[in-house]
């Protein structure tokens, strides 16, 4: 029998962590079937082949009672616990329990008292109004059920990956070819390199001494599940993250044109090729063909297709026929920001709310991240997920911040303060006002009209202390949609007032997105690059932020946090207002 992939080991186990819970498992058991899910999900190489060489316990989360359940997943084609619980409920059931607002306990009181077994039984059952006769359930159960079923995803992988993914196991596949003697160049290309927020797959271009050699060695790395037959001029690979990967192998006098074919993006293609004909030339993959000469150029880099179009290079991030060709062509491009602009970080979380370090830990590791100065802002009061901060617990915070001395980079004494529903604030505005810095953010009460939730946004806006709002839009890449808020209204209220925007850098988040930050930009207003870490490798995440910046055509004089703090600090409008 074929091993089974990482996906369906994560499939399996998530499965089992489900038929747990309604079964009335233990919490613990059930979160510890999740993470091992999570953690084979996210492995790069192959977990049946760890199990059966008893190292699949390397991986955390993964003890030696789950690496059984693989090892016999893999070997007799299933999980005996798992098949000993499906026999007790029927599948459908694992379905309605996933719906939001039902959870284990309420399916399992539907399919017992009413013999609802699926979605399609539930909707009935919900149609008919028996639901709500039911002791706990009510007539607004009821609605939410009918809802949750319209909203309802259908399968249950996104289609396509989050970027930080893709490129972690893509960068890593990239310097092991890199690393192999017959490679010369090896480069991501495709929507990877313009650094959208998800990808559908990798698209990897290199040069080869002996490229069928290359082919063969791609094939047969571990990080690689299965491959098409390699040939020479490349092979197609799926990772065990479950990514397909298409690696083109080409001539070194090529690599340009390749290189900026597959970059695309598909519409700045087209643009560009529209572009080229009306100056009598020809781009595609293989050269740019001059009409007048029958001549076709072959380039070994992109800048040389960019020239003989009589255009400056333009950058990958802007590749999305979004008005690059045209200033490319009038010589009027950005200069866009980048991660080393980045001088501080104005958004982080430590353990005195949901993060994992210490203030001092995370002292050190945004200075060693490159950063000279770093706003410590736990979540204010009502977080309501269990680590707060109250009004006393703040001002003692305020004081330990600043007794902390750490070589190599200030820290600010911050908060990230919720907004309430009706728009005010978690903490009185005396106390507001012993902060360095007050990010705003909105993480409860979701679900409002967008008139509510714009009216919300912009009385916070409006509060003097509030320097920016954070991760403005809600949204979670693949997982969440946006909350319902007019954009328009909070741009409009941000650059009126002197209110910064975050780009939160979150690979989740990245929110603001490229399009809204572009328009934030335009209208005047002051963006701010943050990381929102959590822990002292949450730092990284600083490319995605940039990335996104970038996208939006944004310069470091866009981006607040590109300045010393004192310069940062003289541009809010707190000190605006103070110098009248
Ligand atoms: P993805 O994979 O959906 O995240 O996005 P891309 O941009 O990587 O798209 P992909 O992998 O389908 O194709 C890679 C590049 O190949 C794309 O960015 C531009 C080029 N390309 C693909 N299809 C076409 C096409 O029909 N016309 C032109 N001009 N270029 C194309
Ligand atoms: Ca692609
Ligand atoms: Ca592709
Ligand atoms: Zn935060």
Redesign the pocket.
Same mark, same amino acid.
């Given at each position: 029998m074929a091993e089974p992939t990482n996906r369906e080991i994560a499939a399996a186990l998530d499965e089992l962590g489900d038929l747990s819970e309604l079964d009335g498992a233990i919490v613990h058991r059930v979160v510890a079937y999740r993470n091992a899910a999570k953690a084979v999900r996210e492995a790069p190489t192959s977990v049946a082949a760890l199990a059966h060489q008893g190292r699949a316990t390397e991986l955390p989360g993964i003890g030696r009672t789950i690496q059984e359940k693989v090892v016999a997943l893999s070997d007799e084609g299933a999980i005996p616990a798992a098949v000993k619980l499906r026999a007790k409920f029927p599948p459908g059931l694992l379905e309605i329990m996933r719906l939001p607002g039902l959870g284990p306990k309420r399916a399992r009181r539907l399919f017992e008292e009413l013999g609802v077994d699926s979605p399609a039984a539930l909707r009935e059952a919900a149609e008919t109004h028996r639901i709500q006769q039911l002791k706990g359930f009510g007539a607004k159960a009821e609605a939410t059920i009918l809802r949750s079923l319209e909203t309802r995803p259908t399968g249950n992988s996104p289609a @396509?990956d989050v970027l930080d993914h893709a490129l972690e196991v893509g960068e890593r596949l990239v310097a092991q070819l890199r690393a192999h003697p017959a490679a010369e160049q090896v480069e991501i290309?495709?929507?990877?390199r @313009?650094m959208?927020e &998800?990808? #559908? %797959? =990798? %698209?990897l271009i290199a040069t080869a001494a002996d490229p069928l050699a290359l082919a063969h060695a791609a094939a047969g790395l571990d990080l690689v599940e299965a491959a098409q037959t390699p040939r020479s001029a490349g092979v197609r690979l799926r990772l065990h993250t479950g990514l397909a990967v %298409?690696l083109r192998i080409v001539a070194p006098d090529q690599f340009g044109n390749l290189l900026q074919? =597959? &970059?695309?993006? #598909?519409q700045h293609?087209?643009a560009l @090729?529209e572009m080229a004909v009306r100056k009598g030339l020809h781009v595609s993959e293989y050269g740019v063909l001059e009409d007048s000469t029958g001549v076709t150029h072959r380039c070994a880099t992109e800048a040389e297709i960019y020239g003989l179009l009589g255009l400056e290079y333009i950058e990958p991030e802007l590749r999305e026929n979004r008005g690059e060709l045209e200033a490319a062509a009038a010589g009027e491009l950005p200069e866009l920001v980048a991660r080393g602009d980045l001088r501080g970080d104005l958004h982080c979380h430590t353990d005195a709310s949901d993060g994992t370090a210490s203030i001092a830990e995370m002292a050190r590791a945004a200075r060693d991240a490159g950063y000279e100065y770093l706003a410590i802002t736990d979540h204010s009061a009502t977080f309501g997920f269990g680590d707060q901060i109250a009004p006393d617990r703040l001002r003692e915070q305020i004081e330990a911040v600043h007794a902390t001395e750490i070589e190599g980079i200030q820290l600010l004494a911050g908060s990230e303060v919720n907004i309430l529903p009706d728009g005010s604030l978690d903490y009185d505005d005396e106390l507001l006002q012993e902060l360095d810095w007050v990010v705003a953010s909105v993480h409860s009460s979701f679900r409002m009209s967008a008139e509510a939730m714009t009216e919300r946004i912009v009385r916070a806006i409006e509060h003097p202390l509030v320097d920016a709002i954070g991760h403005p839009t809600g949204r979670k890449i693949e997982r969440r949609p946006p909350y319902e808020v007019e954009l328009e209204g909070v741009i409009e209220a941000a650059a009126r007032t002197g209110t910064m925007l975050e780009i939160n850098a979150n690979p989740d988040r990245r929110d603001l997105g490229e399009l809204h930050a572009r328009a934030a930009a335009a209208a005047g207003v002051m963006l701010v690059i943050d990381t929102d870490a959590h822990r002292v490798g949450g730092f990284g995440v600083a490319r995605y932020g940039v990335a996104t910046a970038r996208r939006a055509w944004l310069t470091a004089a866009h981006v607040a946090n590109t300045r010393p703090w004192s310069e940062l600090q003289a541009m809010r409008k707190r000190a605006r207002a103070a110098h009248g």
């Open positions: @396509r290309a495709g929507s990877a @313009r959208t &998800t990808v #559908k %797959d =990798l %698209d %298409d074919h =597959l &970059t695309g993006s #598909k293609n087209m @090729r």
